[in-house]
């Protein structure tokens, strides 16, 4: 076991895990997250914290993540490297460690003009590659980027994303065999609504044996309503959803009923994807509708979730 | 030159380590190596080949083959030595310059990798935090290009190049004793702005807390404003640049005529040629249009007298085209305008033969009237078949305006002499290209459109010198006249003639009017009168100052330059003693700049003179070997193609005299082939 | 290579307001992109008097500036504040020669493509040191990429064209496409390491 992460045993174990996610306040509010944290216990096996999402000022996601612990859960802190150096990143990695967390997620991060501080300086000292190889590095050769040894490192389970959708299709399975070189433990992909494409990007995988070095959670979320439908399909980069979604939505006669079926339609394809040799797990985004997480485990057949001991 | 000048080359060799490894990749490479820019030119070649060699040890006989390309990143120039390469049996190609040449060259080459054998680098002082830009000079000042300049706060000393954080708001807390924590060679750029500002009388304002937009420009605004640039840079044809217009001036004013000359100076070479032998003698009385001068032999032109009176001498006198001295029949007026009566208008005149009007066009003393002076009847007995008549209706120097108003006001007169040299060359095809700055003239043009179905006029987006033969040639029909001093339009089908002088050919043929006025535009600065004057031939450039001068003409000179033509090319005056010639086009009075070009100045390698001549050569190089005297190297490369348009000169960052070192080039290497 | 674009009139007029001006025009790189009309617009609706105008180029230049500042003497002295429209290195410059004047410039400047000449590029140099070319088929990372990213592309790719504008190439594509062409696709799988942001000009 590489670290204390509670994600990492029950991959280990064999079990098909579930990670939910959750989005800090735009505020100092400690209360929201305790609040959202307690929705998913029992749900899912750990679940991550975005960090600035779409570039808007959020809580820090170790800082939830310190709450989420506090809650008796298995935060992933994602970092990004558009916000921080690699000396600020190496700092937080050693200071979520030594809070006790386990697990983290290295993303590049979505560019600064789409959130609230367009005008801010995007850092992007490393990308999402070197972050990956960095973090390891500290986790195995117990050394900071520059070469200084680290007394006691920082022992985390490492994740990081992948998109099956973005451009250019034919790198996303070597961008994968990337990460995975560089160090990455698990994988959570893009929210999948195109299960044919995802099922072809797999199938990549497998030709690599990438599954095989690298647990991979499919992406997952339930679509609340039509207007959300058409914002993923149209304004959020890398999002591929089919027309078939859209009908099937549009089909529903009251909005409540649209919520529905967003929710069936979620379970049905967490099905299929259970059934894709490769896949390990699902990653399950209800972002601000954390409620429905529960339902959505049960009614897919993931209750109970394992309780394995340290 | 008094200030310090640095070494801004953009790029240096890679750590041998990394050349290897990309020497591993390839079995045979040729090499290409940029010139280098931005650093006093001394020398042609800087030695990076051999200095790769070197490094390359054993692996040098990988090496294909090496060429050297001046500023690698202008695709246009590059890209054709490029391509006429051979590239041998080399499977990759290495390139020493910045990363701008390299991918270039990677463009390129679709199918052969092509590898940097060099690291661009960076001089700002704050560097990695900002790249500074130091614009077109080899100074210390640079600019971050940030788009929300701070300078207005800051005394104009930039926080962003200078200050190594790049802090908006006052110093950090590590200067020591003024110095820099970052660099202790640096001062602290937020001393010298408190000095700065302590010394201008202005208080630091602390109340305000300034936080840059890094999201400015944004890429929209970067990418429309160099697509506006491409678009203009590549208009029509390579090289040019796009001088005030200052048309305004006098383009509106209607054609004027300008009263006679107490005292006509008519000189016996107006024309590319032989000088032609006068026919009167000193105390005779000649009449208006009366032939004063016989045309020797068949490269010549006939002279006619402007005025009616009593010719006085054969003298020389101060010629205005040239710093020397000429021969003219000066004429005194007798006031009374008589008209010789050889200027009849001639009925019948579509029905002559080809050889005839040559005759009349002969006679009549016509040369072209753009500013080249060429005896028109030559021109028109080219050795090669034309195709096509280019009529050049651009006038893009700036200020002048004769083609203009001859083009509004006499339309189609302009038009009958067209159809009159079509007969004269059989040729069907007429393109007429007009610069859009002049739309009455092109709406006055389309309105003969029907009656003169052969003529399509062109409006063509203003750039200099596209006036020039071969720059018309290419944007009208893309065709590729070779160069001088051998090739001539009519190698490539084309004839090329000037509105004035078509114009003149129809007063020829219809009105049997010989050359003796024309129009010309007086314009500038200093004038009270502005315009287009429709003058004699001979009349004294000091009575037409005389008349347009806001001040005294005495003086003038020393104040104001008086240059015989436009802006650009004229050529100016060392005093006011000239006349008007056929070649006159105008007279433009400028003040006089406190900087002009000289000899003495070290060229920068701005790469701007080679990005501006339209016969794709690198003036640069005539500006070295003329600072050096080493005149013969000019002709390896190609001084002799010069046209002279003046666009390097114009365009030269350190103010280089470039005309007068081509000049003395040129001089050289025609007494070289003689001797 | 610089180009500018001219202030708005109300970050200008504050500092020049009723003030009796000289005005200092810049038109070396008017061939590069110099908005001449807007320059005239905004200089012919001031009130305040303009005591004198000098139209020079290449302001850059210690040396003509030293010149120009000699020939305007006279109309300089008279002027309360000194306008300059030219690109951040020319106002700086002649700021540095009226060091006790009020010198303010009407003018912000942004970069386009390219070191010399007058066209710009459609490619991009960061300067940076160590150069990457190598391994992307000659096309520049840090120039061209909005994240700067050696290990691209991000999840923002799409069609083409990089998540900050649609319009905007996405360089990762590009590069995926010249090492396909290349038959050096396998360079995409290089793990490329962290930047030595300080590699340029120190070796």
């Known amino acids: 076991m590489k670290s204390k992460s509670n994600l990492e045993r029950v991959l280990e174990a064999g079990h098909f895990a579930v990670t939910g996610e959750l989005g800090p306040p735009a505020s100092a509010d400690a209360e929201v997250i305790r609040k959202k944290a307690r929705i998913l216990k029992g749900h899912v096996d750990a679940f991550n914290i975005t960090d600035g999402q779409t570039a808007v000022v959020r809580m820090a996601s170790w800082a939830a993540a310190v709450m989420g612990k506090q809650e008796g859960m298995d935060p992933i802190v994602q970092m990004t490297c558009r916000d921080r150096n690699r000396i600020a990143l190496q700092m937080d990695v050693l200071g979520i460690a030594a809070l006790g967390i386990n697990n983290m997620l290295c993303l590049t991060g979505d560019h600064q003009k789409f959130g609230n501080h367009p005008a801010a300086r995007g850092v992007y000292d490393l990308d999402s590659i070197q972050l990956l190889k960095m973090v390891r590095d500290m986790r195995d050769e117990k050394k900071f980027q520059c070469g200084d040894d680290i007394a006691v490192e920082p022992r985390l389970f490492i994740g990081a994303a992948e998109n099956p959708f973005a451009d250019p299709f034919e790198f996303r399975v070597p961008r994968l065999a990337k990460k995975v070189e560089a160090g990455a433990d698990f994988i959570q992909t893009q929210i999948i609504y195109n299960v044919d494409k995802f099922a072809e990007w797999m199938k990549g995988v497998r030709d690599r044996g990438l599954h095989e070095r690298v647990k991979i959670l499919a992406g997952v979320a339930p679509i609340k309503s039509m207007g959300a439908a058409r914002y993923m399909k149209t304004r959020v980069p890398g999002m591929d959803v089919p027309d078939s979604v859209l009908e099937r939505l549009q089909g529903a006669p009251t909005k409540e009923q649209v919520s529905r079926q967003g929710i069936n339609l979620c379970v049905d394809i967490i099905k299929q994807v259970r059934e894709i040799e490769g896949v390990a797990g699902i990653h399950l985004m209800a972002i601000e509708w954390e409620e429905v997480v529960p339902e959505i485990v049960e009614a897919a057949g993931l209750l109970p979730r394992p309780v394995l001991p340290e | ?675 | 290579m610089l180009a500018v674009q001219i202030k708005a009139k109300e970050e200008i007029l504050p500092l020049i307001s009723s003030k009796r001006l000289f005005i200092f025009e810049c038109l070396g790189c008017r061939d590069v992109h110099y908005p001449v009309e807007e320059a005239q617009e905004l200089i012919g609706s001031l009130d305040e008097e303009i005591v004198g105008k000098a139209t020079l180029d290449y302001l850059c230049h210690r040396d003509y500036s030293r010149e120009y500042i000699k020939a305007y003497a006279p109309e300089i002295d008279e002027a309360q504040v000194i306008l300059v429209f030219s690109c951040g290195v020319g106002a700086q410059v002649l700021s540095s020669l009226l060091e006790d004047r009020k010198v303010y410039t009407g003018c912000d400047t942004l970069y386009l493509s390219g070191f010399q000449g007058l066209t710009a590029k459609e490619y991009n140099c960061g300067q940076c040191g160590e150069c990457y070319l190598n391994y992307t088929g000659g096309l520049c990372p840090v120039a061209l990429c909005s994240k700067n990213l050696l290990n691209g592309p991000c999840g923002g790719s799409q069609n083409g064209k990089c998540e900050v504008d649609p319009d905007m190439p996405c360089v990762w594509q590009q590069i995926y496409d010249r090492l396909a062409r290349l038959g050096q696709l396998e360079t995409m799988e290089r793990l490329g390491a962290p930047k030595r942001w300080n590699a340029s000009p120190l070796q």
Request: glycine letters at 10%.
């Open chain 2, 1 to 675: 030159m008094e200030t310090h000048l640095r070494d801004y080359t953009k790029f240096r060799p890679k750590p041998a380590e990394e050349i290897g490894e990309v020497f591993r990749r390839a079995n045979r490479m040729f090499v290409l190596s940029c010139g280098k820019c931005y650093k006093v030119f001394e020398q042609e070649d800087e030695g990076q080949y051999e200095q790769l060699l070197e490094t390359l040890g054993d692996d040098a006989s990988k090496v294909a083959g090496h060429k050297r390309v001046d500023f690698l990143c202008n695709e246009f120039l590059s890209g054709k030595k490029i391509s006429g390469l051979d590239l041998g049996d080399s499977d990759s190609i290495g390139v020493m310059s910045c990363g701008l040449g390299v991918q270039f060259v990677a463009g390129l080459f679709e199918q052969t990798p092509v590898y940097a054998l060099s690291d661009s680098v960076a001089h700002g002082l704050n560097y990695p935090s900002e790249v500074g830009y130091h614009g077109i000079s080899l100074e210390d000042d640079s600019c971050a290009a940030c788009s929300q300049c701070y300078l207005n706060l800051t005394g104009g000393i930039c926080p962003i190049t200078n200050c190594a954080k790049g802090l908006l708001n006052g110093p950090c807390g590590g200067a020591t004793a003024g110095k820099c924590e970052v660099n202790s060679d640096v001062d602290c750029a937020w001393v010298r702005i408190h000095d700065r500002l302590t010394k201008r009388g202005e208080l630091l304002s602390f109340g305000y807390v300034h936080t840059r937009d890094y999201s400015r420009p944004s890429w929209k605004t970067q990418n429309n404003l160099s697509l506006q640039n491409r678009e203009s840079r590549g208009e029509g044809f390579y090289g040019g640049f796009h001088p005030l217009e200052k048309k305004e001036v006098t383009a509106d004013r209607r054609i004027e005529q300008f009263a006679e000359p107490q005292t006509a100076v008519i000189f016996l070479c107006q024309h590319i040629g032989k000088r032609a032998r006068p026919i009167v003698e000193p105390g005779e009385m000649v009449k208006v249009g009366q032939k004063i001068g016989e045309a020797d032999g068949f490269v010549s032109a006939a002279i006619h007298s402007s005025i009616s009176g009593k010719m006085i001498a054969v003298e020389d006198r101060p010629y205005p085209a040239a710093p020397r001295k000429e021969l003219a029949v000066v004429i005194e007026n007798d006031g009374k305008a008589e008209m010789h009566p050889s200027v009849q208008p001639r009925t019948g005149y579509e029905a002559l033969p080809k050889e005839a009007l040559l005759e009349i066009i002969k006679e009549s003393g016509i040369v072209g009237l753009g500013g080249a002076m060429f005896p028109t009847h030559v021109k028109f007995s080219p050795p090669k078949p034309v195709d096509t008549l280019l009529v050049n209706g651009c006038e893009c120097e700036p200020y002048l305006n004769t083609d203009n108003r001859l083009m509004i006001e006499h339309t189609e007169e302009i038009l009958a002499g067209i159809g009159i040299v079509q007969r004269i060359l059989s040729v069907d095809r007429v393109l007429m290209g007009v610069e859009e700055n002049k739309p009455e003239a092109i709406a006055a043009l389309s309105r003969f459109s029907d009656k003169y179905p052969s003529v399509q006029v062109v409006s063509l987006k203003t750039k200099y010198p596209q006036g020039a033969e071969r720059s018309l040639i290419k944007r009208l029909l893309d065709r590729d006249v070779p160069p001088p001093p051998k090739g001539l339009p009519f190698d490539v089908g084309v004839m090329v003639s000037n509105v004035g002088t078509l114009f003149a050919i129809y007063q020829a043929v219809a009105k049997g009017v010989p050359m003796f006025q024309r129009v010309i535009t007086v314009s500038g600065e200093g004038l009270s009168r502005p315009g287009n004057y429709l003058v004699k031939i001979g009349t004294p450039i000091r009575d037409i100052m005389r008349h347009c001068l806001a001040k005294d003409v005495e003086g003038l000179l020393e104040e104001y330059d008086v240059k015989m033509g436009g802006a650009i090319m004229g050529i100016p005056q060392a005093n006011l003693d000239s006349a008007v010639i056929k070649g006159t086009t105008g007279l433009t009075v400028l003040r006089r700049h406190p900087v002009g070009v000289s000899e003495e100045r070290d060229c920068i390698k701005c790469g701007r003179c080679v990005e501006v001549c339209p016969m794709h050569l690198y003036p640069l190089f005539y500006g070295l070997y003329g600072k050096q005297g080493d005149l013969g190297k000019a002709l390896e490369h190609r001084v002799e193609e010069c046209v002279e348009c003046g666009c390097c000169e114009y365009i030269c960052a350190s103010k280089i005299a470039l005309l007068s070192f081509i000049r003395q080039e040129k001089a050289y290497a025609r007494s070289a082939d003689k001797g």
